[in-house]
T-cell receptor, first 115, second 111 residues
Framework: DTAVSQTPKYLVTQMGNDKSIKCEQNLGHDTMYWYKQDSKKFLKIMFSYNNKELIINETVPNRFSPKSPDKAHLNLHINSLELGDSAVYFC??????????????FGPGTRLTVT | QKEVEQDPGPLSVPEGAIVSLNCTYSNSAFQYFMWYRQYSRKGPELLMYTYSSGNKEDGRFTAQVDKSSKYISLFIRDSQPSDSATYLCAMSFSGTYKYIFGTGTRLKVLA
């Protein structure tokens, strides 16, 4: 019954490695997001996809690449991991309301630690 | 200056108290205002959503928006220890998918 799910929940890896985080939503929503939450709890949007089309691409290093195989899935691949990438990454989804959407539903988060 | 400001707390109150949580913002174009609750090591959970100015009530929670002062509030009546969490405000413009979040206020309700 989980609405927005993410895997893995925890990810510990070394600098320079490449890793992926997966997200799935079963709410039938059209729009999905990736957020990064730093140690001070600040939640910042990274990317958003609407019906598999990239609509938000914030100032994020190009080592981060989102991929949406279908509107229920949004994955995040990170190349050449750096210490500063350590954070909690949240996936979210929302229903499209004519080029906007308001209520976002979040997944449980993936805690990434780069050593 | 950040677009959305929130006092990080922590705010400690006794059980049963009325809690007031606030956010100020700088961009008068914001029209949609949300409050999220985030328990430790969990994802944010949507509590309240309001459009433009005014009040909205849902059980023990009341959200208030004052666009003239660029100030939003969340009131929690009869606070419970289970309300202990971080509360995040978020705002967006009309016709956009992008939310701007505050940094969150940590609330502790003491039994």
């Amino acid at each position: 019954d989980t609405a927005v799910s993410q895997t893995p929940k925890y990810l510990v890896t070394q600098m320079g490695n490449d890793k992926s985080i997966k997200c799935e939503q079963n709410l039938g929503h059209d729009t999905m997001y990736w957020y990064k939450q730093d140690s001070k709890k600040f939640l910042k949007i990274m990317f958003s996809y609407n019906n598999k089309e990239l609509i938000i691409n914030e100032t994020v290093p190009n080592r981060f690449s989102p991929k949406s195989p279908d509107k229920a899935h949004l994955n995040l691949h990170i190349n050449s991991l750096e210490l500063g990438d350590s954070a909690v990454y949240f996936c979210a989804s929302s229903q499209d309301r004519g080029r906007a959407s308001y209520e976002q539903y979040f997944g449980p988060g993936t805690r990434l630690t780069v050593t | 200056q950040k677009e959305v400001e929130q006092d990080p707390g922590p705010l400690s109150v006794p059980e049963g108290a009325i809690v007031s949580l606030n956010c100020t913002y700088s961009n008068s174009a914001f029209q949609y205002f949300m409050w999220y609750r985030q328990y430790s090591r969990k994802g944010p959970e949507l509590l309240m959503y309001t459009y433009s100015s005014g009040n909205k009530e849902d059980g023990r929670f009341t959200a208030q928006v004052d666009k003239s002062s660029k100030y939003i509030s969340l009131f929690i009546r009869d606070s419970q220890p289970s309300d202990s969490a971080t509360y995040l405000c978020a705002m967006s413009f009309s016709g956009t998918y992008k939310y701007i979040f505050g940094t969150g206020t940590r609330l502790k309700v003491l039994a």
